[in-house]
């Protein structure tokens, strides 16, 4: 029957080109109608499902889908028809018969540049899909990072990451479209090849950096927002890890620029991981007269009275040495920030002179005594 209306719908046009173009027009019609239909009962069974789900992956994925769904549509009818177009140029025509596109030449150069066009559009499509499937993937998972115990890796190896899948994906489209136009593209990678390894040598310190950076982005030894030591000379809060530098900020308020293979070679110290539970350290010296067990006293009751000094561990108090001029203790307490350091060390060291100074607790001043012997004169 089908069949049937079209020989009726030929022969009453009287012209196969007419004909060939109306037939490829209604395919893409209805290939878009019938995906559209398709793609609100999907979103009616989808959007059910997708909102009862805990993570947003599948509502970014979703979204996604909703705002490019019709786009795939109109392309995969366009090029179902498209193709319907390009075989039925070869149906005979005519008295005396013959092929469509020898009865119009010129379309062959027509079908040739719109076949082209519309295969770098679908291509360049499916590409900027795809990058924003990356987006939403590595976004969700930085998310989902941050919320653990290795915080802040977003700021660090994950744009990187996003940043070379996005390279590789427009690469990979890069060389299917060379194909379509059957270009060779040896040629184009050995040059490419003799290039690199020139731009190589002439870089070998910007690429080790680089190589250093990636290191630390995947072995993780501080993260952005850590204290950390390297070297006696620097001790700052980690702002940023590049793929050349790490931007560390001092206690001036400076950002000092340390080369990223500068750090992987030195002994790094993270003041804050795994926890940003800190010590902090007073020595004191009291007179050789004073009370051992008094003095102990008064220090563990000023640490533990002090809102800056953790719970846990306590404070604790030690004998250390019999120095020249009086005995030296040392005071260890802990607080739960590093950055309460310098201030809790201040006021334990205000708070501890203040004590002694009331309860007559010498805090002795160097001192030597030289004894003389007289010899006897004979």
Not at 120 to 133: D, G, N, P
Not at 143 to 151: L, P, R, T, V
Not at 194 to 222: C, H, K, W, Y
Not at 241 to 266: A, E
Request: charged share 20%; proline share 4%.
């Amino acid at each position: 029957m089908i069949n049937n209306l079209l020989e009726h719908l030929r022969s009453n046009l009287n012209n196969d080109l007419l004909y060939l173009v109306i037939i490829s027009l209604a395919v893409t019609l209805f290939i878009i109608f019938i995906g559209k239909i398709l793609s609100l009962a999907s979103r009616k069974i989808l959007s059910p499902i997708v909102e009862r789900s805990k993570t947003n992956f599948d509502d970014q994925l979703f979204d996604l889908m909703k705002s490019t769904s019709y786009k795939i549509i109109i392309l995969i009818g366009l090029f179902v028809g498209f193709g319907i177009f390009k075989s039925g140029l070869t149906l005979t025509s005519g008295n005396p018969p013959r092929k469509i596109n020898e009865i119009y030449p010129y379309i062959t150069d027509a079908i040739i540049a719109l076949d082209t066009i519309l295969f770098v559009i679908i291509v360049l499509v499916l590409l900027l899909i795809s990058f924003k499937v990356v987006t939403i993937f590595f976004k969700w998972y930085s998310g989902k990072i941050d919320s653990g115990e290795n915080k802040n890796l977003s700021g660090s190896l994950f744009p990187l990451l996003q940043k070379l899948s996005k390279l590789v994906l427009g690469a990979l489209a890069f060389v299917i479209v060379l194909a379509k136009f059957k270009i060779d593209i040896s040629g184009f990678i050995v040059s490419l090849g003799v290039g690199s390894l020139a731009i190589a040598l002439a870089a070998q310190e910007t690429i080790s950096n680089m190589i250093s950076g990636f290191i630390i982005m995947t072995d993780r030894p501080f993260r952005i927002g850590d204290r950390i030591k390297v070297n006696p000379d620097l001790v700052g809060d980690v702002v940023e890890i590049g793929i050349r530098s790490t931007k560390v900020l001092d206690f001036d308020s400076n950002i000092i620029i340390v080369p990223n293979n500068d750090i992987v070679k030195s002994r790094i110290v993270n003041l804050t991981y795994p926890s940003s539970l800190s010590r902090v350290v007073v020595e004191v010296s009291v007179s050789y007269t004073c009370d051992i067990d008094k003095v102990k006293k008064i220090l563990i009751s000023l640490a533990k009275n002090n809102p800056l000094v953790a719970k846990t561990p306590e404070p604790d108090t030690f004998l250390t040495k019999f120095g020249d001029s009086g005995v030296d203790y040392r005071l260890t307490a802990y607080t739960e920030n590093y950055q309460n350091n310098a201030k809790l060390g201040s006021e334990l060291r205000e708070a501890i002179f203040n004590e002694f100074r009331k309860e007559k607790i010498e805090i002795p001043f160097p001192q030597m005594d030289v004894h003389i012997q007289k010899n006897n004169e004979s």
